[in-house]
């Protein structure tokens, strides 16, 4: 079965780091760009990083840029987002996404998503 | 800034046909493809439309994209609605070294 399975989330003080994993089972994750996508309670969904199957090519939300890092191992079928100087507004629900199709940027493969809750 | 825009929410009586619509400020529309993702409470977004127009396997044929490039809009037309059509949905597209959501739109099937 396809699958992607995102793990470390949890709650963290305003200012503090976060690293996020995405294991993705059932399919090479080599042949797929990747997607990390949020929703924060009561807002929309919104796009955060790209990440192209070899690493290649690397874009960021103005939100994130500077403050969260996209990183894949193709080897280990894993992508990780490291997210730094955590704000109240990056409370969300964290999602990762494959990308498929045109520019892979069709998602066609989505987590369950892990909660990451940013506390003063 | 490229931006899409959706009504906030729609609804419609169950059997009914109902079309969300999707709005880019700038640019034209059908320059780049539109995806559609439909997420119920609690749940990941599922795509339901992909490239404008195609249909992902396991999504039924009661759901249609399409574009009307007068208007620079994509459309989301779901026919024969069922209760559990009601969740959030969002366009999705792509600009210079971004992929944009529209803001969602909620469908209430009541």
């Known amino acids: 079965e396809v699958q992607l399975v995102e793990s470390g989330g949890g709650l963290v003080q305003r200012g503090g780091s976060l690293r996020l994993s995405c294991a993705a089972s059932g399919f090479a994750l080599s042949y797929y760009s990747m997607n990390w996508v949020r929703r924060a309670p009561g807002k929309g969904l919104e796009w955060l990083s790209y990440?192209?199957?070899?690493?290649?090519?690397?874009w960021y939300a103005d939100s994130v840029k500077g403050r969260f890092s996209i990183s894949r191992d193709n080897a280990k079928n894993s992508l990780s987002l490291q997210m730094s100087s955590l704000r109240d507004e990056d409370t969300a629900v964290y999602y990762c996404a494959r990308g498929s199709g045109y520019g892979g940027y069709h998602m066609d493969v989505w987590g369950p998503g892990t909660t990451v809750t940013v506390s003063s | 800034n490229f931006m899409l825009t959706q009504p906030h929410s729609v609804s419609e009586s169950p059997g009914k046909t109902v079309t969300i619509s999707c709005t880019g400020n700038?640019?034209?529309?059908?320059?780049?493809?539109v995806q559609w993702y439909q997420q119920r409470p609690g749940g990941a977004p599922t795509a339901v439309i992909y490239?404008?127009?195609?249909?992902p396997s396991g999504v039924p044929d009661r759901f249609s994209g399409s574009i009307d490039s007068s208007s620079n809009s994509a459309s989301l037309t779901i026919s024969g609605l069922k209760t559990e059509d009601e969740a959030d949905y969002y366009c999705q597209s792509y600009d210079t070294n971004k992929i944009i959501f529209g803001g969602g739109t909620k469908l209430i099937v009541l």
């Open positions: 990440i192209t199957s070899g690493s290649t090519t690397i």
């Open positions: 700038s640019g034209s529309i059908d320059s780049n493809y």
């Open positions: 490239e404008d127009d195609e249909r």
